[in-house]
């Protein structure tokens, strides 16, 4: 692709779909109106005992994935809570992620950490679909709006991780008022992830914002290298959900635990999925 900021085709793809939601889901139903679990106190609970804060993310597939996973979304979310994540972000597109509104619904009433909605919402009557503890505002997508739907998601109680992918995006969500930002290191034009993406960003992003590394986070090795840079949260999907997901959640949410201890974590009993984290 010549032009860095045309998109992959894709995530135009996603985007096309995602506005024919939008027009289907526009007038319908009322606007929710959710009390959210708290995804600050979510995490501090989790540094608290020694846990690197993680999202585990339910993604059955994705536009990079081969393949799909077919098993019960809310099992796979339990064994991510069983594996120590802070929180849990569920997709809930359709067409291109495997995700639904009623998977989202039924891992929240499965579990009690914040559920991040995972989508992409370019109009305000997408955040009516469902309740969820935290939406996703995508910068690059939603431009000249974020102001609007930040405030709109707000009005109905959601909290909001606003997604960025570079410093332009980055003064975006701080002009419009966002407490909690998501560095992307997965570029849109291209689809691929460098981690520097995440490390040329955080030095610009204020101490008080809550600031989440998001993608292409795949051993404890990159867990580190994302809190050396400043990370306070990790978004992690496809490592987390390639085999076993409450040992691979365990592996990356003890990544400084274990690199104190000099311990392998796969040494640990990972099969038992109902064990609550320590
Ligand atoms: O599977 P990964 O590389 O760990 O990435 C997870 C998450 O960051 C990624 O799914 C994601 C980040 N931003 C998004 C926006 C929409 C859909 C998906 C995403």
Redesign the pocket.
Known sequence: MDDPDELAPAVRSILSAARDRADAAAGAGEAVSVSPRDLSAAFERAEADGRVPVIA?V?PT?PTTEGSREDDPVALAEGMVAGGAAALSV?TEPEH?GGSVDTLERVRDAVDVPVLR?D?VVEEAQLDAVESDVV?L?ARFVGDDLPDLLAAARDRGFQVLV?VHDREELERALDAGATTIGV?N?DLAELV?DLGTFESVAPHVPDDVTLIA????GSPADVRRMRAAGADAL?????IMDGDVAANTRELVRAEADEDEDADPRLDDTTDTTETPT
């Open positions: 993310e993604k994705s997709l992620f995972k992409f996703l995508i997604e992307n997965r992830v998001e993608s292409g986070i978004l992690v999907g496809s490592a």
